[in-house]
Each structure stands twice: as structure tokens, then as C-alpha cells.
């Protein structure tokens, strides 16, 4: 992410919140899925951008026209190149970043109706209705990324304290999605490089009897920056 980008306090997170809400003339409901979602919670200050996942293309084209009329240009990316990707639409104005997917993370997560029962009511500004996914929910999203901040957060996450069946069991949920359990895989590796083993084994032992399930649909460059090697 370009370095110039503004981050995002709780409050410049609650006045865009407003916004949207103020100036939107039909009902959106948002899940909000990074940063954003630990901050509005109070267990991070800042975050660099805001990531939210609304569950209808109706919505999309609601909250599309509410960020165009607040200023925001709409950047329309499909990464054909990346088979494991899926579009996602970025928002910019000036130094602000918005990152929106449709119900689907990248190709690789569900917002599943169990996430959805889950997810916190946060609160309503207008017509704009937040929910924040839960702890849970949130590590399994920052685990497709590799962004070091994603790999601090999740270290926030687990010392906060995390249902690790509820994991296990959305893992087991989502598993015929091929690919992200690669990604989530290495994240687990990433984390445990640096913080030691703070992933419980069985949550591990699981991810890596998915990994091997699907070893020849494994990505190339699974795993190229990580020391650790998996027997096939």
C-alpha cells in the first residue's frame, strides 16, 4: 500500500461512518473486516485503510454512488492475472482508502451466514447499518493477507483470546474454497516464525491435513518466503 495513504483514527473511522450513512438515500448494511473493525472494538489505535464487505451487488451500487458523491473515485480492479483473486473495488480521495468486496474476501472467504449471526451490530448512522465480524472471523480474514501489520494483528488477536473452535469449525465450513487454505497455512507459519508457537496444535495439525488434501492445487508461490517446508 502506498506509504502517503492517511491512517484512520477510531474517530476519522466513525465520521466516515457518518457520512455515508447521512448521505445515502436507500439502506446498506456493512461488515467491516480489518482494522477498522479492531479499532471501533479499542484494541488498535490507528489502521491504514478501511475494509468492509457488503453482501448484495444492490448494496454495492448504493454505497458506490453515496462514495462518488462524497468525493471518493471508484478504481474497478479484476487481477485476471491472479486466478486466486477475485475483483475488488478500491475507493480514493486524496490520502483516504477504501477497499470493498462483494459477500466473497478475494475468492478465498465466505461471509457465511454463521459469520453473519456472529457479527456485532455496531451501530446505525442514516441509512448505514455496521456490523463488526467477530475476533474469530477477523484472524481467519487478516490470515489471507501477507502484510506484516496483518501478522501483528493477528498476534493481538490471539493474546486477546480466541474461540479456536469456532475457527476450527468455519475452517471446516469453508474448506472446499481450495486455495485459501494454503494462504491461511502459511499466515499460521508467518506468525509462529515470529512470536513463537502461540497457534494451538490442533488448529494447526487441521490446516495442514487441508494443505496436503490439495497439494497439487497448491499456488507457486505458496509458502516461497517462509523457511518451512511441507512434505507433500
Not at 481450495?178 to 487441521?206: C, H, T
Amino acid at each position: 500500500m502506498d506509504n502517503n495513504m492517511k491512517e484512520f483514527s477510531q474517530q476519522d473511522i466513525i465520521q466516515l461512518l457518518e457520512e455515508i450513512g447521512t448521505r445515502s438515500i436507500e439502506p446498506i448494511i456493512i461488515f467491516l473486516i480489518g482494522g477498522c473493525n479492531m479499532s471501533l472494538k479499542g484494541i488498535k489505535a490507528i489502521t491504514r485503510d478501511i475494509d468492509l464487505v457488503i453482501l448484495t451487488k444492490k448494496e454495492y451500487v448504493y454505497l458506490k454512488k453515496t462514495l462518488i458523491t462524497l468525493g471518493y473515485t471508484c478504481h474497478e480492479e479484476n487481477f485476471s492475472k491472479n486466478f486466486y483473486k477475485m475483483p475488488i473495488t478500491i475507493f480514493l480521495k486524496n490520502d483516504k482508502r477504501i477497499d470493498v468486496f462483494i459477500r466473497d474476501v478475494c475468492n478465498q472467504i465466505e461471509v457465511t451466514k454463521e459469520m453473519q449471526m456472529r457479527a456485532e451490530d455496531y451501530q446505525e448512522f442514516g441509512k448505514l447499518k455496521i456490523k463488526l465480524v467477530s475476533n474469530e472471523d477477523l484472524f481467519l480474514f487478516k490470515s489471507i493477507t501477507d502484510r506484516e501489520n496483518d501478522v501483528d494483528d493477528c498476534r493481538i488477536l490471539i493474546a486477546g483470546g480466541l474461540n479456536w473452535e469456532i475457527i476450527k469449525k468455519e475452517l471446516h465450513e469453508q474448506e472446499g474454497k481450495a486455495l485459501w487454505r494454503f494462504w491461511v497455512y502459511e499466515q499460521l507459519s508467518r506468525i509462529e516464525n515470529k512470536y513463537g508457537k502461540i497457534i494451538p496444535k490442533k488448529i494447526s495439525d487441521y490446516l495442514l491435513r487441508l494443505v496436503k488434501e490439495k497439494w497439487s492445487e497448491r499456488p507457486k508461490d505458496f509458502m516461497k518466503e517462509m523457511k518451512d517446508e511441507i512434505n507433500s
